[in-house]
């Protein structure tokens, strides 16, 4: 079976996202460390396809695959190997460990945006930050579609 690590060095930031509550909500900003690395592996796929360039190098969290499976989230692990390979065979159960390992190196990618995020930010809730940035991210996918006009989106 598969696992996904967590560098040591984002412990601080995992305890922060997916253990400590949040005044707003009472709860984490992220509901378990699984829920944090998809979001993190899905960041770090969209800041820079090239996954290879990122590895975990002192282990601490680790997320077995059974906790993706079980929660239905594996899926998520072989649609970003997918779009990493761009080739079916990824798919394959002899290239299993590889898919795992592909999102395990994008989410350190997305960890170390995370990071710089909240050292760009002190004083800035945890929530406040993230949503900001995915503001600032939509705000850039549609002034590219020139859809709209990014001074008439409300959040």
């Known amino acids: 079976m598969a696992t996904i690590y967590i560098s040591q060095e984002f412990s601080g930031l995992v305890e ?5 509550n ?3 909500t009472g709860q984490p900003v992220f509901k378990t460390n699984m829920h944090l690395t998809v979001f993190s592996s899905l960041l ?5 396809g090239d996954y290879s360039r990122y590895t975990v190098k002192n282990q601490g969290s680790e997320i077995p695959e059974r906790i993706f499976t079980h929660n239905q989230m594996d899926s998520a692990v072989y649609l970003l190997a997918l ?3 761009k080739d ?3 798919l394959r159960e ?4 590889e898919s795992w390992k ?17 050292l760009d930010s002190p004083g800035s809730s ?11 991210e939509a705000v850039s996918l549609l002034e590219q579609e020139g859809e709209i006009d990014p001074d008439k989106i409300e959040f």
């Open 16 to 20: 922060i996202l997916s253990k400590n």
């Open 102 to 118: 592909i999102t395990e190196q994008y989410a350190e990618r997305g960890f170390k945006e995370l990071n710089n995020w909240f």
């Open 88 to 90: 079916g065979d990824i």
């Open 94 to 97: 002899k290239n299993d460990n």
């Open 126 to 136: 945890e929530v406040d930050v993230i949503l900001n940035k995915m503001k600032e």
């Open 22 to 24: 949040i005044s707003e």
């Open 83 to 85: 779009h990493a390979k």
């Open 44 to 48: 770090g796929q969209n800041l820079d």
